[in-house]
C-alpha cells in the first residue's frame, strides 16, 4: 500500500513537473513575438496598428481551437494530444523565424494558435485525475504558473539570441526547444484513467455536450475570463513596446525590465493556487473558495493598472505592474482551479476550454484594440484605462453571475448554491 502511495504521488509531482514544462516552452513561444515587435516593424514597416493584428492573430485561432481541443482531450487523453501539439506549435515558432511578409507571419501565429490550444484544458484533466480534490487548487497553481515562468524567462533569453542571431534565429532556437519537450513529454508522461479516490467516469460523448453548453454558469464563467484574458494579453502583447515607447527603456534594458513583473506573476499564480485550497480546508464550498481569489485579483489587478497609468516615473510604473500581474495571475489561477471544481468528472477539459474560450477572445481583442488606441491617441493611457475597466468587469461577473457547479448532462439532480 505504501508502495502504491508512493507511486501516485511520485507520478503526480512528475506529472505536474511535465505539464510545467511544457507550458513555459508555451508561454516563451508566444512571448518571443512581443519581444521582437520593435524589430519586425523596422524591418517589415509596420504601424502599431497592423502590430496589433499580427499580436493578435495566434489568439483568434487558439480561441476557436478550444472546443475541438477540449473534446479531444477528453477522448484521446493527453499523452498522444499534448505530445502532438508541442511537435505543430514548434514547428510554427521555427516557421515564424523564416517569414518573408507579414501573410507569412500571421499563418504562423495562426498555426502555433492550433498548436498550443491544448496546453491548458489539458493541465486541468491532468490535475483533476493526479490529485485528490482538495488538493487541486495548488497544484493547478503549479501548472498555471507556467504562463508567467514562461514569460519571466523569455526576456532575457530571446533578447540575448536577438542580439546574437537576430529576431528570426531566435525564432528558430526556441522551435528547437519545443521540440526537445516533446521528445521528453513522450517519453516520460502516462495517462492516469481515473481521478484520484474515484471510479473512473464515463467516457465523455459530443452528444452530451449541447446539454452541458446550456448551462448559464458556463458562459458566465467564459464571460468574466474575458475580462482576465484581456488584462493579461495587453500585458503579453505590448509591455515591451509600452517600456521602450512610454518609459524609454533601450531593448538591453527590456530584456531584463520585462521579466520582473512576470516574476510576480508567478508567485502571484502560486498564491492563487495555494488560497484556493486553504480556504477550502477552512470549511468554505469548493466553488466558493475558487471564486474569491478570482474576485479579489481581478480587481487589485485593475487597481495595479490604474496606478501604472498614474505613476510619476519609470519605477513607480515597473512597481504597479509588477502589482497588476502578481493580482491578475492570482485569478488566473483560481480560474483554472474554478474549472476543475465546477465541472463534471468527465467534461474537465470541455469546460475548461470553454471557459478559456472567453478568456482568449478577451486577449485577442486587447492587442487590437491596444494597437489602435496607442496609434490614434500617441500614447498608452487609454489603453491603461481600458484594460482597468476590462479586469474590473470581469469581478464583477464571477462575483454575482457565477452562482453554482455544473451539472453532468446524463444527471437531473439539482445541485445547491455556493
Not at 299 to 322: M, S, V
Request: hydrophobic share 55%; glycine share 14%.
Amino acid at each position: 500500500m505504501g508502495r502504491a502511495g508512493l507511486s501516485i504521488k511520485g507520478g503526480a509531482a512528475l506529472a505536474l513537473a511535465l505539464l510545467l514544462l511544457a507550458g513555459a516552452v508555451n508561454y516563451v513561444d508566444r512571448i518571443t513575438l512581443s519581444l521582437a515587435a520593435p524589430l519586425i516593424s523596422a524591418e517589415l514597416h509596420l504601424k502599431a496598428g497592423a502590430m496589433g493584428v499580427l499580436l493578435s492573430a495566434f489568439l483568434w485561432s487558439y480561441a476557436i481551437a478550444q472546443a475541438p481541443a477540449g473534446a479531444l482531450i477528453d477522448r484521446l487523453g493527453p499523452r498522444r494530444l499534448l505530445g502532438g501539439a508541442l511537435v505543430l506549435w514548434s514547428a510554427a515558432q521555427g516557421a515564424t523565424g523564416l517569414a518573408a511578409g507579414l501573410p507569412q507571419l500571421i499563418g504562423a501565429r495562426l498555426a502555433l494558435g492550433v498548436g498550443e490550444a491544448p496546453q491548458f484544458p489539458l493541465g486541468a484533466r491532468v490535475v483533476r485525475t493526479s490529485f485528490a480534490a482538495r488538493r487541486r487548487g495548488l497544484a493547478t497553481g503549479v501548472f498555471n504558473s507556467a504562463s508567467t515562468l514562461g514569460p519571466a524567462i523569455a526576456p532575457p533569453i530571446v533578447t540575448a539570441l536577438m542580439l546574437g542571431v537576430g529576431w528570426r534565429g531566435a525564432f528558430l532556437a526556441t522551435g528547437l526547444a519545443g521540440l526537445v519537450v516533446a521528445a521528453v513529454w513522450f517519453g516520460l508522461y502516462r495517462d492516469r484513467p481515473a481521478p484520484v479516490g474515484e471510479s473512473a467516469p464515463p467516457p465523455a460523448r459530443l452528444a452530451d455536450l449541447p446539454r452541458l453548453l446550456r448551462a448559464p454558469t458556463l458562459w458566465a464563467m467564459a464571460a468574466g475570463n474575458f475580462g482576465s484574458g484581456y488584462m493579461g494579453w495587453f500585458y503579453a502583447a505590448w509591455l515591451p513596446s509600452y517600456l521602450e515607447a512610454e518609459r524609454h527603456f533601450t531593448l538591453a534594458q527590456v530584456g531584463w525590465a520585462a521579466s520582473i513583473p512576470y516574476l510576480f506573476g508567478f508567485l502571484g499564480s502560486l498564491t492563487g493556487g495555494w488560497a484556493c485550497d486553504r480556504l477550502a480546508r477552512g470549511g468554505v464550498a469548493l466553488l466558493g473558495s475558487r471564486k474569491a481569489p478570482i474576485v479579489a485579483g481581478l480587481a487589485g489587478g485593475a487597481a495595479c493598472t490604474a496606478l501604472a497609468l498614474a505613476a510619476p516615473d519609470n519605477g513607480w510604473a515597473l512597481a504597479a505592474i509588477c502589482g497588476a500581474l502578481f493580482a491578475a495571475n492570482i485569478a488566473s489561477s483560481a480560474i483554472w482551479a474554478l474549472a476543475v471544481a465546477a465541472a463534471p468528472a468527465r467534461f474537465v477539459g470541455s469546460v475548461g476550454a470553454v471557459q478559456n474560450f472567453g478568456g482568449l477572445l478577451g486577449g485577442a481583442l486587447a492587442p487590437i484594440v491596444t494597437g489602435l488606441t496607442v496609434e490614434a491617441t500617441h500614447g498608452f493611457a487609454a489603453a491603461l484605462a481600458i484594460t482597468a475597466v476590462a479586469g474590473l468587469a470581469g469581478a464583477a461577473i464571477y462575483l454575482f453571475a457565477v452562482r453554482r457547479p455544473l451539472a453532468d448532462p446524463l444527471e437531473n439532480v439539482a445541485v445547491p448554491r455556493s
